[in-house]
């Protein structure tokens, strides 16, 4: 087929957004594998666990019933009814029913939110090491990310001093992430509270994104910025069904926050995806107002899998990380690691060690710089115990062939 040399450019916008490297390595990943290659991949944020029974039933009754057509917009009554309950019951949240939208996952929950309070030029917020696909999703709301740099250091915590430095008369909002991807940071009431004193003194919205509030450990607690009340107005709350309840794949992601912000993200939402699927929708609903063992079993043997794998991981020397408090990630250090040759091959950054576990030991991770932290590497803990023994024996066999060129 002959192209007209005529034909029109593509969109600058979008050729300077990057692709998900953890939507691509994951896939890439799994490509090796179905190529016949012995890889384990730490990659996806995904459990390894089913969906429970009870929620699936739901799924199959839906269809029984024909409950196949297009739902309203904002999502299905019984539905946001549930999300309102669980919001008050789980985090003194206290939204009507016109203050809750739902989406086809947090991630479009949060697109939704910065197309409709940004404007082009404005300045979102971003603390380091954050979820790969928050400044791009600023980029494309025609916005600019601030990112505030952490370390294992402090715990990957931006101070208050950071945080206010950080905003000017362009700032529009703050992306805050408790459980934190992919360092596992949960903030602490009197953390947040700190940080909520800048957000009230200067107007600026938060997008408070708390997808992994159950999966949670060493008796931390999860606390939502939005339950303060003199920001409440300022405070848009995002999660979703995916972690917790292992349903990735269903993509219901929603949101609450005051009545104007929502009328303006629904009318987003109105004009590219319409409403979320009917079947998923009435799956999240049985979720949500569900038993809670599910959950408690889940999050039991992650806690399990973080104790196995920090355990083993810190026997090997150079190597630093902060155990993580929620999520499924260790988020380690390897900057000794960095520079070093092995078998000729130069391991310039966290990007060629990623390749080099992949290519040498059959292990796929994703990079720090793709959550803006170089020098770091992610591994998920998510995937089942025996695939992560496996992974953790191959991570500690290529730092020992690295260590022979200290």
Known sequence: MNVPSCVKPLSLKIQQIEESQTLALAARAKELQAAGRDVVSLTAGEPDFATPAHVKIAAIRAIEEDFTHYTPNQGIPGLIDVIAQKFERDNNLHFRSDQILVSCGAKHSIYNVLQAICNKGDEVVIPAPYWVSYPEIVKLADARPIVIPTT??????????????????????????????????????GEIEELADIVHETGIYVISDEIYEK????????????????????????????????????????????????????????????????????????ALSGPAADIEMMVAEFERRRDYIAGQLGKIPHLEFESPKGAFYLFPYVDKYLGKRCDGKLIRDDTALCQFFLDEEGVASIPGSAFGSKKYIRLSYACSMKDLEMAVERLKRGFRKLESSF
Do not use: C
């Open 152 to 189: 294992h250091g402090d715990h990957f915590k931006i101070s208050p001093l950071q945080f206010r430095r950080a905003i000017n008369a362009k700032t529009k909002a703050f992306l805050f992430n408790s459980p934190s991807n992919p360092s596992g940071t949960v903030y602490s009431q």
């Open 215 to 286: 999966v949670i450990y060493d008796g931390a607690k999860h606390f939502s910025i939005g339950s303060i009340r003199n920001i409440a107005d300022q405070v848009i709350t995002v999660n979703g069904v995916s972690k917790a309840y292992a349903m990735t794949g269903w993509r219901i992601g929603y949101l609450g926050a005051n009545k104007k912000i929502v009328e303006a993200a629904a009318k987003v939402q109105s004009q590219s995806t319409s409403n979320a699927t009917s079947i998923s929708q009435r799956a999240a609903a049985m």
